[in-house]
C-alpha cells in the first residue's frame, strides 16, 4: 500500500468527520475508497476495496439480521428476508453513499473518472459496504453496529412504517406497557377445503375479545386479528 500523503490525510480526516468514526489504522479507510481502477494503474497500490467490499456485506448483514430479527419477534422468515433484502439494496447503500458525498473521496483510476465514476451510484454503495468492513476490521463488531445503526436509521424507520409493518409486536408492545401482559391468540373458526381454508383468529385479554381477523393462515389471521385490536384500544 502506498504511504498516505499529508494532503490525502486531511481528506479522510475530513470524511472521517461525517462518518462519526474516528480509525485507528486510516489506510483501512483509505483502502475502502480505492477502486480497482485506480489500483490497476499503480505499481505501488496492488490492493482495492473489493475484499473490504466483501467482508462489509457481511457485517451489514449480520447487523441487520440481528436488528429485524430482535424488532419483529412474530414475523416470519420470508418478511424478515424482504425487509433485509431492502435495508441491503444498492439503492439504500446509494442513498447513504450520496449523503456522505462518498464520491468526491474516491481514488479512480482515469478511465473511471473521465467516465464520471464518482456520480456512478454503483461504485458509491461498493464503498460504503467497504467502509462497514473497514470500520469492522479497525474497531471490531460493535463499533459496526452502531455505525450501521446511525447511517440506516432512516432507512430502518423507512421498513418500519412500510407495509412489513408487523401488528402482532406492536400489539404487544401496547398491552405490555398497558395491562403488563401479553395477547393470547385463539382460532374462532376454519372454513373451507382442506387445500385452501380460512382461519379466522381472535385476540384476547381476560377472557374478553379485543380483535378478530381472517386469513389464508393462522398468522396471517393473527397479523390482521393484531391490526383489529390495535384499532380498538386506540379508541
Known amino acids: 500500500m502506498a504511504v498516505l500523503t ?20 486510516r489506510s483501512l479507510l483509505n483502502l475502502a475508497l480505492t477502486h480497482i481502477s485506480y489500483s ?4 505501488e497500490f496492488l490492493v482495492n476495496n473489493e475484499r473490504l467490499e466483501f467482508l462489509g456485506d457481511s457485517v451489514l448483514a449480520l447487523v441487520l439480521n440481528e ?17 433485509k433484502s431492502f435495508l441491503v439494496s444498492s439503492e439504500v447503500l446509494a442513498r447513504i453513499g450520496q449523503r456522505l458525498e462518498m464520491g468526491q473521496y474516491l481514488l479512480l483510476g482515469k478511465g473511471e473518472e473521465a467516465t464520471h465514476g464518482r456520480k456512478k451510484l454503483s461504485l458509491v454503495a461498493n464503498a460504503v459496504e467497504a467502509i ?17 445503526m446511525q447511517e440506516l436509521s432512516g432507512e430502518i424507520r423507512e ?12 400489539l404487544q408492545e401496547v398491552m405490555q406497557r398497558r395491562f403488563r401482559c401479553a395477547p393470547r391468540y385463539r382460532v374462532l373458526k376454519e ?13 384476547q385479554h381476560k377472557g374478553n375479545i379485543l380483535g378478530s381477523g381472517t386469513g389464508a ?8 386479528a393484531a391490526k383489529e385490536a390495535l384499532t380498538a384500544l386506540e379508541r
Do not use: C, W
Open 217 to 224: 393462515s393462522k398468522k396471517e389471521a393473527e397479523q390482521a
Open 159 to 170: 421498513v418500519t412504517h412500510s407495509q412489513y409493518k408487523d401488528f402482532k409486536t406492536k
Open 6 to 25: 499529508k494532503e490525502r490525510l486531511k481528506v479522510l480526516k475530513e470524511l472521517e468527520k461525517k462518518l462519526k468514526v474516528r480509525f485507528k489504522d
Open 132 to 148: 462497514i468492513g473497514a470500520v469492522y476490521m479497525d474497531q471490531g463488531l460493535a463499533k459496526s453496529r452502531t455505525f450501521v
Open 40 to 43: 490497476n494503474e499503480r505499481k
Open 67 to 83: 436488528h429485524i430479527y430482535k424488532r419483529y419477534p412474530f414475523s416470519p422468515e420470508g418478511d424478515l428476508a424482504k425487509m
Open 191 to 203: 372454513t373451507g377445503p382442506a387445500h385452501r381454508r380460512t382461519f379466522e383468529v381472535g385476540v
